[in-house]
């Protein structure tokens, strides 16, 4: 419920800081584009995106089990949300004339999808109890590899999310040095659990 709330203010704040703009006398930088499409494009993909938090819910083929995962899903979706306001903030004030380097979203929305991903693939345990023996072995051997691969997808995130306060000329450097080595680390730890089952 507490995600559920913190999305809707998210969303409410970013169409809000939109409207104020523009009923406000703030000059916009128009050579990005209309001025509507700049202010309301990214609060209108949030809702599109958010919808599903109502849609999923309804479908026949998810009731019954969205109940199980729905904590996870509404993570998934905060997370997109949280990047979206992000982007939606560095964008006005980008066209406000308030000088920003954009290139410093992608650590800090790389990071919160690594952290977001990392809390939420513990919840998806698959049910081991079923009678086809493929499927049972498929399913106990993706609840044995996910809690090895949450850990460093985690800690990568935290460091993904430090890269922002590198120097402009290592930023991006760090980034990827991180990235690959959280890849590394999480396929290497997945192998060591798949060997020991």
Known sequence: MMKTVCIGFLVL???AVSVFLLFSNIAIETSYGATEVILFSVPFAMCVVNSNLIIIPKLISFQSS???YKKGIESIFLSVTIILFILHLGLILLVTGIEVNLLYLIPVSVGIVLITTANTL???QLDPNKTKEY?????QLWNIVIRPISLPLFIG??????CV???SNLMMTGFFLVLLCTLIVSFYMSYRANQSY
């Open 13 to 15: 704040l970013s169409f």
């Open 66 to 68: 969205y109940t199980r």
């Open 122 to 124: 513990p919840r998806f």
């Open 135 to 139: 499927t049972k072995n498929s399913n």
């Open 157 to 162: 995130g935290l460091i993904m999310l430090l």
């Open 165 to 167: 306060f590198l120097p």
